[in-house]
């Protein structure tokens, strides 16, 4: 018997038109996504979602699956609140396809990453696909609310051309919001309160979902800013791959000092997946002079076979905080952090400015020079990620500015840190099929039996079969083909001559007789089947008789005779042919 064995998992081709624009340039510009929350993720290959709408998707359709937070923080109010205990998920995304639509459930062709966890915010993204496209307005994303937006992800066969900018600036997690307080005691140190805008700000957005109890006081939230505390700190900058600055201090009046620990601290800076800049938290106000913390960048995935560049922009960088004039007698918000671009090319034509800067934080300049206040950190730079180096791409990763008080002072406001730039990157592709699926083909033998689903086969024949998984993994999808090997034979016809012997199967022949044997394949071809058929030869004698005279020699076989006698040769045949046998007289 034989077999051969073909395990796919990506086995089948889905006849959809995959969402392809007709071939020629489309002009785009503003919002081209569509956005949608996940509520459940289920299957055997986490490729069935429940979604809040299915509105606007179709079979076919190119989406992006993202987790956008989900991070434990610790939650204590000490100087650790907001560090990082595990992501679940954050940042986890990868690019699929949609099978089928049934109701708000959106089946995927390809199994997904079995990380996503639906509690941390995961979205699921329509991302149009081109053949050639030209940016003639500005491309740009939904702002994040909480739930989904924040992202800008398209797909380029051709040639992308920009001819105006792409831009998620100021998109990403949001600042923190600065709410005035009817009273402001002084010297609040706590890195965490319940809403209460007397004793601090709210702490700008990041990763990890912060629960009501604890969205106000100066400890960071991941990597978003902590808010300054009462009486007119400053809010620290969001982070991302750089953690945003702190924010100033309290408010005092020269030659006064302020008290320390009452300024907002700076988020998280470092690698989790693909995420949005946290945003700044706000500044501590009482005069209606403060400001919120500004948004962190939002996340562009952008996958083009040649980018003409046009000297145009593409953009993530975190807001800065405004605050002008003379009269900014209240904690001022932190920058928001740079966001996330992710490139993938094969060839850049012209040139492109990339940028992920963190933003500046908000100035607290008041017309009493002696009064000084707490002005906003500057958030950290984000992350510029691209498949290869390309020579007319420029890129700033800078974070951002703090902002300053009376007398250009800090007042303990610091600026971000950098992000960084990574080289060798590409865009997650889901690519493994939702079943597995076996195609194995079986050689029978005349006369063999195969047993498939505990059925007994020997004839040609098609077998499918289901194999249940087990703990909760994918069926596996069997097709058994089953085909007849030809039988090899073998017939030969062996003539004896009178007393040889010929051994066949280890058995001694000397008579006429048939003889079948089985030799076994060395192989996986079928067993060869001869048969033997053994006849007897005519023996050839020769009969002579030689007269000798009187004193006469003849010599027989190398023998001399004078008298009579009876002599017996043997002389041997030629080729196959018996001996000769003469008797001689």
Aim: glycine content about 20%.
């Amino acid at each position: 018997m034989t077999r051969t064995t073909l395990v796919s998992i990506a086995a089948f081709t889905l006849l959809f038109s995959f969402g392809l624009m007709q071939s020629q340039a489309q002009n785009i510009g503003g919002i081209v996504n569509i956005y949608t929350p996940v509520t459940a993720i289920s299957g055997c290959a986490n490729h069935i979602l429940q979604v809040e709408s299915a509105q606007g998707f179709s079979p076919g359709d190119k989406v992006l699956l993202i987790q956008m937070q989900g991070t434990t923080i610790n939650l204590t109010n000490t100087p650790s609140f907001g560090n990082i205990i595990g992501f679940n998920g954050t940042g986890e995304y990868e690019m699929n396809r949609i099978a089928n639509i049934v109701g708000n459930q959106i089946q995927l062709l390809f199994r997904s990453s079995p990380w996503f966890n639906v509690a941390g915010k995961v979205q699921l993204i329509r991302v149009p696909e081109y053949v050639d496209a030209t940016v003639t307005s500005t491309l740009t994303c939904q702002p994040w609310n909480g739930n989904t937006g924040g992202v800008l992800a398209i797909d380029v066969s051709g040639t992308l051309i920009l001819e105006s900018d792409m831009d998620v600036s100021g998109k990403g997690f949001r600042g923190g919001t600065a709410v005035d307080a009817n009273a402001a005691p002084y010297g609040q140190l706590g890195y965490f309160y319940a809403p209460d805008p007397v004793v601090s700000g709210q702490k700008g957005e990041g990763i990890a979902i912060v629960p009501l109890d604890k969205s106000f006081g100066r400890g960071k939230a991941a990597n978003g800013g902590g808010a300054g505390n009462s009486h007119n700190g400053g809010g620290g900058g969001g982070g991302n791959f750089g953690a945003g600055g702190f924010g100033g201090l309290e408010y005092h009046n020269l030659p006064d000092v302020p008290t320390p620990g009452t300024n907002g601290i700076g988020g998280w800076g470092g690698t989790s997946g693909i995420k949005m800049g946290g945003g700044g938290g706000a500044g501590h106000t009482n005069d209606e002079q403060g400001s919120s913390g500004g948004n962190g960048g939002g996340i562009v995935v952008l996958r083009a076979s040649k980018i003409i560049g046009n000297s145009k922009n593409i953009l993530a960088d975190g807001e800065s905080v405004v605050s002008i004039g003379t009269d900014r007698n209240d904690g001022q918000g932190g920058g928001g952090a740079g966001g996330h671009l992710q490139i993938e090319a094969t060839q850049l034509v012209g040139n492109v400015y990339c940028s992920v800067n963190g933003g500046k934080g908000g100035d607290c300049l008041f017309y009493v020079p002696s009064q000084i206040i707490g002005p906003g950190g500057g958030g950290g730079g984000g992350l510029i990620g691209r498949n290869l180096v390309f020579l007319g791409m420029a890129m700033t990763k800078s974070g951002g500015e703090n902002g300053i008080a009376n007398q250009n002072l800090p007042n303990g406001a610091t600026k971000g840190e950098n992000g960084i730039f990574i080289t060798g990157g590409i865009i997650v592709h889901a690519s493994q099929s939702t079943q597995i699926l076996l195609n194995e083909n079986i050689g029978l033998c005349p006369g063999e039996t195969v047993s498939l689903g505990g059925q007994n086969y020997t004839a040609p024949a098609t077998v499918n079969l289901t194999f249940p998984g087990l703990g909760g993994a994918c069926d596996t999808l069997a097709t058994y083909t089953l085909m007849l090997n030809p039988q090899v034979s073998i017939n030969e016809i062996i003539a004896l001559c009178p007393g040889k012997t010929v051994t066949l199967g280890g058995q001694n022949y000397t008579a006429p007789a048939t003889v079948n044997l089985t030799f076994p394949s060395l192989s996986d071809d079928c067993d060869t089947l001869a048969t033997y058929t053994l006849t007897l030869k005519t023996q050839v004698s020769l009969d002579e008789n030689i007269g000798l005279c009187p004193g006469e020699t003849v010599s027989l076989g190398g023998q001399n005779y004078t008298a009579p006698a009876t002599v017996n040769l043997t002389f041997p045949g030629l080729g196959d042919d018996c001996d000769t046998w003469r008797p001689t007289l």
